[in-house]
């Protein structure tokens, strides 16, 4: 019987908009058929026993004259500036990843002197920093396309190969590309083909599938997402169907759940191909966990702050990037209406939260939790408004929609959301208003504290931070 314990799964994500920088500077500082080398400083996260993932937090490329050799056979770093970096990193709780690449083109393979200094270097950083960080090591060749990557053990003696996705997701980049005879999405080929094959394999898990969440599911299943986790515990009723595209009485009549619902709007378009679950329960129940942890986004289109709460705990937890959708509609003193939808992307792993954001309020959390006496008690006071808020079709379609357009950014790498966005649409003045992300980042955040995302490039002996 073989009782050799089976390694985790180890994957590395770089966001594109990261990856696109950072490529560019190693192509900027690469002299033909001379080796060139980057580091990317990364955050461990555990989502099980059996899955781990490392994103950057900070990326470094050194400049020409940080290096005493620089030729095709190798390099060698200035030693002052080597060990300012890794003091100034991993001394953080960060780990390293080293990339360098070979001269010539094609999938290059790691060196016999590789495998020397590689080792040598994963003991000595282990052994030279308190958190015993990690080494990963990335090899590309001269055009900087193909790669491998690998992750030591911390005394350096042997190592195991990990995926690196240039993405938020776990979504292949691979050339097995969609076939050409599929007519539905021949007018996106515009965002490339490889764009299309990564949203067809992107898991969303959707908590909330009324007005917003509905339509937003009819967008996205179109642009083509054919994974969905729907959560939502309600069932259809006739107060609904002015914000639910494609309800109708007799679903009301029939008692339909609103997953089920959604999940029939998704099957109307793929017949096959697709993959639906729908749990009608609250995503407070402890066994929709496992749904979420194993999708790649999720979305959160309720009318209720302990929801929202819950998604963002669980997004922090799974590292797990997060879209909060939502609209609100009051009437001013003069009878004449405001309007507002808002859209946000808390950056992935912290910095800033949907608490941060104060998109959340967790006293209106607290009571949504508490028992019915409770939340009598606290409308009586004045605590909670009415459940029975405005709402119109057109508002939810311009909140789904803009949601729909920030994940399509996500995937093709188009929008960068490395430091998360907050966006609100103000109606009648019909005008968009872009929260500065940088006064959301809130250092001793109970849920989200951690290190704000760096970009560093090395320049003449400077750091320049942007």
């Known amino acids: 019987m073989n009782n050799q314990k089976k390694s985790p799964e180890v994957s590395l994500h770089i966001p594109p908009q990261m990856w696109s920088q950072f490529r560019q500077c190693m192509q900027k500082y690469q002299r033909r058929n001379e080796e060139v080398i980057g580091f990317l400083f990364c955050k461990r996260h555990q989502v099980s026993k059996h899955k781990i993932r490392y994103f950057p937090k900070a990326w470094v ?3 020409g004259d ?7 056979s190798g390099l060698v770093l200035k030693q002052p500036f080597h060990w300012y970096l890794l003091k100034t990193y991993l001394s953080e709780g960060l780990n390293v990843v080293h990339i360098h690449t070979h001269a010539g083109q094609g999938i290059p393979d790691f060196s016999g002197v590789d495998d020397r200094y590689e080792s040598e270097y994963a003991k000595f950083i282990s052994s030279s920093f308190h958190q015993k960080p990690r080494l990963i090591s990335g090899v ?8 491998q990557f690998r992750i030591w053990d911390r005394n350096g003696l042997s190592f195991q190969r990990i995926k690196c996705y240039q993405s938020w997701f776990e979504v292949p980049e691979s050339e097995d590309l969609l076939n050409n005879a599929d007519l539905m999405f021949a007018r996106q080929k515009v965002f490339g083909e490889t764009c299309q094959k990564q949203l067809s394999e992107l898991t969303v898990t959707l908590i909330g599938c009324g007005g917003i969440g509905s339509i937003f599911a009819e967008l996205l299943e179109r642009l083509g997402v054919k994974k969905w986790v729907l959560i939502d515990p309600d069932r259809l009723e006739a107060v609904n169907l002015n914000r639910t595209p494609g ?36 995503v407070a129940n402890e066994s929709v966990k496992q749904e979420i942890a194993a999708s790649d986004l999720i979305v ?24 909060c959708l939502g609209t609100h509609i009051d009437v001013k003193s003069d009878n004449t209406p405001r309007m507002y939808c808002r859209v ?11 608490m941060c954001g104060n998109i959340i309020n967790l006293q209106r959390a607290a009571l949504e939790s508490a028992p019915a006496e409770i939340n009598t008690l606290a409308a009586g006071a004045g605590y909670l408004e009415g459940i029975n808020d405005p709402a119109v079709f057109w508002l939810n379609s311009i909140c789904a929609s803009t949601g729909v357009g920030v994940i ?28 500065n992300t940088e006064y959301l980042e809130t250092p001793d ?20 931070i942007f």
């Open 140 to 147: 590309f060749d001269e055009s900087l396309q193909q790669y």
């Open 61 to 63: 490329v050194p400049s």
């Open 408 to 435: 399509h950014g996500m995937v093709s790498g188009f929008l960068n959301l490395d430091s998360g966005l907050d966006w609100i649409y103000d109606f009648p003045s019909s005008s968009w208003h872009k929260t």
């Open 344 to 354: 946000t992307v808390p950056p992935l792993g912290g910095g800033w939260c949907l």
């Open 445 to 464: 955040c109970y849920f989200c504290s951690s290190a704000s995302d760096l970009k560093i490039t090395l320049d003449e002996d400077k750091i320049i």
């Open 247 to 282: 309800a109708t009485q007799k679903m009301v009549d029939q008692q339909w759940y609103k997953v089920d619902y959604v999940k029939h709007l998704i099957k109307r378009i793929y017949s096959t191909g697709s993959c639906v679950k729908a749990i009608p329960t609250s």
């Open 300 to 323: 959160v289109a309720t009318d209720n702050h302990l929801s929202r709460q819950i998604a963002q705990e669980l997004a922090l937890e799974y590292m797990r990037p997060l879209v």
């Open 66 to 72: 940080c290096y005493e050799r620089q030729s095709v």
